[in-house]
């Protein structure tokens, strides 16, 4: 797969295959490629955690129980703005809205996004799940090093023919996946993923977000190569 189809055909991924596996020598060839990232001085703050079975079964219930009784959570870190504003709040609306409608799930019906939400804590029935962590001390230009490294995993995965779908929302019960995980107190949970095979004909994977065309987020300061 080129390197711009592996790119421009990446889109988060909401209902996986349950009749695939994943093995283990894949991850670990996938974690490979991802490791090569560029890191700040090639400190490679990333750390990776991998469930599948029983690990990612005891993961995925206590955080769905959660979810569903009302209990929100709180999250260790912003990971989105704490004063919404333009235009950023409108692409975030354009986003919910559009894959609740594709769902058929209407604005007014609470019950039913509270289930699609909790899909999240399901892994969205992918037989791989992972975490990504950091250590606490760790300043920002880690956390931007550990961005590049689950972008690059995401890719990586692409060239295997595996999807996957990046989840903040597993940050709103870090206590409990961090406590599960048995991960040590000076690690930091970033997010999870779900990694697997896109399930064929779902209608929940037919959604896809749109970008903002280049001019909107670029600024040329010199005049740009005349063909």
């Known amino acids: 797969m080129h390197v711009n189809e592996a790119i ?11 009749s695939r596996d994943v093995s283990n020598e894949v991850i670990e060839n996938i974690l490979g490629v991802a490791g090569r990232s560029p890191s700040g001085s090639n400190i490679q703050p990333w750390k990776v955690w991998v469930v599948r079975d029983e690990a990612k079964e005891k993961i995925s219930n206590a955080c769905y129980e959660r979810h569903m009784s009302g209990d929100l959570g709180e ?10 504003r333009e235009p ?3 692409r975030r609306r354009a986003t919910g809205w559009g894959l609740y409608g594709v769902l058929g799930i209407k604005k007014e019906d609470k019950e039913k996004m509270q289930l699609q939400h909790g899909r999240n804590y ?3 029935d992918a037989p791989v799940g992972m975490f990504f962590t950091i250590d606490r001390d760790m300043e920002l230009g880690s956390w931007i090093d550990c961005g590049m490294f689950i972008q690059s995993l995401m ?6 023919g595996l ?9 709103n019960y ?7 995980l048995g991960a040590p107190d000076d690690q930091m949970l970033i997010c999870g993923m779900s990694i697997g095979y896109a399930a064929g004909e779902s209608v929940v994977n037919t959604f896809r977000t749109e ?4 001019s909107t987020y670029t600024t040329f300061l010199t005049k740009p190569n005349q063909v």
């Open 122 to 124: 399901t892994f969205f």
């Open 75 to 84: 999250r260790e870190y912003n990971y989105y703005p704490v004063n919404w």
């Open 211 to 214: 970008r903002e065309p280049v």
């Open 8 to 18: 421009v055909g990446r889109q988060s991924i909401r209902e996986f295959d349950t």
């Open 174 to 180: 870090y206590d409990t996946v961090m406590q599960l």
């Open 155 to 160: 890719l990586a995965a692409r060239a295997e």
């Open 88 to 90: 950023y709040i409108n």
């Open 163 to 171: 999807e996957t779908c990046s989840q903040a929302a597993f940050c």
